[in-house]
């Protein structure tokens, strides 16, 4: 079968590898319809992560499918060959002092899945998730970043009458926003300096959005919020030189949410008095595993689909992750299914 590979640092291919097959009882057996590419992966493509295993590496975590085959345990689900599914490429041991504590993501033998970009996966049951019946496929391989964003959205406790400040436009970002819509903010205001990526989070919503590069976030902020500051700030955009500005945006007994991943050297400035006179508090999101059914259920009520504006078979991958890494998209997906696609829709 294909499967798209870091070859090199900073280079994937698309690769020949065995077909996998079920090995233990519970396992599940898909044919990949389609995956995302998520920033993390490009990261782990540049080097910015540590990475354990030589090249080639499998790369690869947003996922969609139907069902293959199926061991002869798993059955408490009630799936099915044929079955539209999704997936958390993560899953705990259940045994150690975290998970028995409900702590599973804190797992100290947390295990990853990140082999999805493959024209098949074999992944556990319990990993695997049926799509409701009016999600596409196209859109339900997006449901791991969703239940990512609940996560952080459920850590920051927005609470009704909020002013909420994103920063970041990506495919993130604009889950983030929504989710951040339907807590019942006051407002949400997106910061981002692709013009794309601004519009569709008004289009989606937000009651603001402001250019980082054209205007000035902190004076724009304050003019928001009535000289108050955000009670909840999210830093979506990976990108550790906007820590300053999120941290000064947010209001007295604010929080200040970091959610996207770093490279690993990635370090900040940070005034500690102004920590303490402002009360604030710093939080950061990782993962979660109780959050992907809520995920599910939450499908049908989120805007997908304007977040898809690439797409690109898998033949075609090196141009997908090229095509990402011009920062237009939201989200590029590869398809697996469909080798005439239009590139860029």
Not at 261 to 277: D, S, T
Not at 293 to 318: D, H, V, W
Request: hydrophobic share 45%; glycine share 6%.
């Amino acid at each position: 079968m294909k499967a798209v590979m870091i070859v090199a640092a900073g280079k994937v291919a698309v690769v020949e590898v065995p077909t996998p097959e079920l090995k233990e009882p519970d396992d599940v057996k898909i044919k990949v319809a389609y995956t995302a590419i998520c920033g993390d992966d490009q990261r782990f493509i540049n080097g910015d992560l540590s990475r354990k295993a030589p090249f080639p590496v499998r790369i690869g975590h947003e996922i969609s499918g139907v069902v293959e085959a199926l061991g002869p345990e798993a059955t408490v689900k009630g799936l099915k060959v044929g079955d539209r599914v999704t997936g958390n490429f993560v899953h705990s041991c259940g045994k150690c002092h975290y998970c028995v504590s409900g702590n599973e993501h804190a797992c100290n033998n947390l295990k990853t899945n990140t082999d999805a970009m493959a024209e098949y996966v074999v992944w556990k049951e319990r990993q695997v998730f049926k799509i409701p019946a009016q999600i596409s496929l196209r859109e339900a391989c997006l449901t791991e970043p969703l239940s990512a964003c609940i996560r952080g959205i459920e850590r920051c406790n927005i609470r009704m009458g909020d002013h909420v400040a994103i920063i970041g436009g990506s495919g993130i970002g604009l889950l983030l926003l929504q989710l951040a819509i339907r807590s019942h903010a006051a407002s949400v205001t997106v910061i981002e300096p692709v013009k794309r990526k601004r519009m569709l989070a008004l289009a989606l919503g937000a009651d603001h959005v402001i250019d980082p590069d054209q205007e000035n976030v902190m004076v724009e902020s304050l003019r928001i919020t009535n000289t108050l500051g955000y009670n909840v700030v999210v830093e979506a955009s990976g990108n550790e030189r906007v820590f300053k500005f999120a941290f000064n945006i947010l209001g007295r007994l604010g929080t200040l949410l970091i959610f996207s991943m770093y490279h690993m050297h990635a370090e900040v400035p940070l005034n500690l008095l102004q920590l303490y006179w402002n009360e604030a508090t710093i939080l950061a999101s990782y993962t979660s595993l109780y959050t992907f059914p809520k995920a599910i259920a939450m499908l049908p009520k989120i805007n997908l689909n304007s977040l898809i504006t690439a797409e690109f078979p898998i033949s075609e991958a090196p141009l997908a992750f090229a095509e990402r890494n011009t920062g237009l998209h939201p989200r590029v997906l590869i398809n697996y299914q469909n080798t005439n696609i239009s590139n860029t829709l």
